[in-house]
């Protein structure tokens, strides 16, 4: 895993620099299992495999199938593939097998730490980058049911914008080369296209601007303040 991929954890949110595909530079973004491409299903069912095996080893808990996949990303020879159901969440980062090579790679879980809420109206869960800080970047996530519309901002004038499907989202930047000096953010629009949020792209879960709480006033994100703002809940 570790030659493959830097990968930081905090707060249960996963970044990762991914090094620029060497051979082809085939870039593919799936929304669940029925848009996957060839490669990119046997990537999700060797996570499968993966899990299985944790599971079997006691260190996973709770069952995983292809209907549980939300997003499924490629770049190259690499993927990332994002499953999510009630319990949590899973995530497998692989590079396919080559001529001479067996698919290599790790999994990696995380229940709900509050279970369907979220810090607001977006939580980002997973991010690649081609370079540290910057790059091409592809981001993953889930949104509440406020969110109709949800986009990249790069910080220079341009957008990519996400895809949304069954509360979760998904974006791949093509020709961005993002600079963390820019400042891009993420930003949700409802479906009457007011802006409900922005937040730095980079920006790790325990390092929110603001802190969130439920309808009964139990802080579930972020330190406890006076002007916390309300968590969302979270649909599939």
Known sequence: MAALVVLVAASGVAAAVWNRPAGQDVQVLAMGPGELSPTLRAAAEQCLRWYAHDE????????????????ATERGDR??????????????????????????GGVATDPWPHGSWLPGPVQRLLLTSTEAGGGEVSVSGRVSGRVARLVLDHGDGRTTVARLSGGAFGLMTTGARLKIDDGPELVSYDDRGVEIDRRPLFQAEDQLAHCYTTPTGKPVYGKPAADCLPAEVWQR
């Open 79 to 104: 993927a990332l593939v994002l499953f999510m159901n009630d319990v949590g969440y899973a995530t497998c980062d692989l590079r396919s097998a080559g001529p001479s090579r067996e698919p290599s």
């Open 56 to 71: 079997a080893a006691g260190r996973a808990e709770g069952e995983l199938s292809l209907a549980d996949l939300a997003v």
